[in-house]
């Protein structure tokens, strides 16, 4: 028998290759890089990156490419890269069923987050004009890897950030993440329990887990076709595993059902 879900009381959002299709940007930029050396990042390597902080992802990246010239540092990559993306930021795109499920919780005030590895300048780039379609709907409860408010190297999967975007929901503290979960009061380990995140990397996935909350995993289709080859979650595992956020059904998690007022995307 399957076991009920939680009921749920607010809800945490990732964002690159979940609310918008960036992954795709991150990817492309990437390779147009890597191709003046005759090199591509494919991805079994990108597997690995996902949901890393920017400098620990770009290490990890060249590691896979010894032969580069040394002249090809981590800041030569990420210069290259910042360039490349900030071209194609403003012309990002909402992934199926975000604006719609994004709308939706809104609309029925239920608190809603963002929790993103993403800097703070290029949230701005990647959000600016999807403010009207999804972004408003945040009212200002996004966070950013470089907002000061997650210690350095406790980037997802440390649980820090997502128990900060709980505290933006909730209006409280949820405990915290340095202390262990041994220092968790009985009443801080409900509250975290009441959270949904959704995220579609596995260092992310992890960090839910370990912030205590629930957590619905929407992988791209390539990093699931790569089996056993690819990253493995550790002792972590989702709560749900969706191909899409248009496949989400907000009452199996105690949420306001879709009602026909709510704009589709």
């Not at 029925?108 to 009207?132: C, E, F, W």
């Not at 907000?250 to 995307?265: F, I, N, Q």
Request: hydrophobic share 40%.
């Amino acid at each position: 028998m399957t076991q009920p879900r939680p009921k749920i009381e607010y809800v945490i959002f990732d964002m690159d290759g979940l609310l918008i299709d960036s992954e795709r940007v991150y990817t492309e930029v990437t390779n147009a890089i890597l191709a003046e050396y005759g090199k591509e990042m494919t991805w079994d390597i990108k597997a690995g990156l996902m949901g890393k902080p920017e400098r620990d992802a770009a290490a990890h990246l060249l590691a896979f490419f010894p032969d580069l010239p040394p002249s090809f540092t981590i800041d030569t990559y990420l210069a290259l890269r910042r360039a490349g993306q900030d071209a194609r930021w403003p012309y990002v795109q909402p992934l199926p069923g975000a604006v719609r499920l994004v709308r939706h919780l809104h609309a029925h005030g239920v608190p809603i987050a963002v929790a993103t590895g993403s800097q703070r300048r290029n949230y701005v780039q990647k959000s600016a004009h999807l403010m009207d379609a999804l972004f408003e709907c945040f009212a200002g409860r996004v966070v950013c890897a470089d907002d000061g408010l997650v210690a350095p190297g406790r980037g997802k999967p440390h649980p820090d950030v997502f128990l900060v975007a709980a505290e933006r929901c909730l209006g409280r503290r949820v405990g915290v993440a340095e202390a262990g979960e041994s220092a968790v009061s009985a009443e801080e380990g409900k509250e975290r329990a009441l959270g949904l995140v959704f995220e579609d990397a596995i260092p992310g996935v992890q960090a839910g887990k370990r912030a205590g909350m629930n957590v619905v995993w929407v992988p791209d289709v390539n990093l699931l076709s790569l089996g056993e080859s690819g990253p493995t979650m550790d002792i972590e595992q989702p709560d749900q595993t969706l191909n899409s956020l248009e496949n989400f059904v907000p009452e199996e998690w105690g949420l306001p059902p879709y009602d026909d007022d709510v704009a589709t995307s």
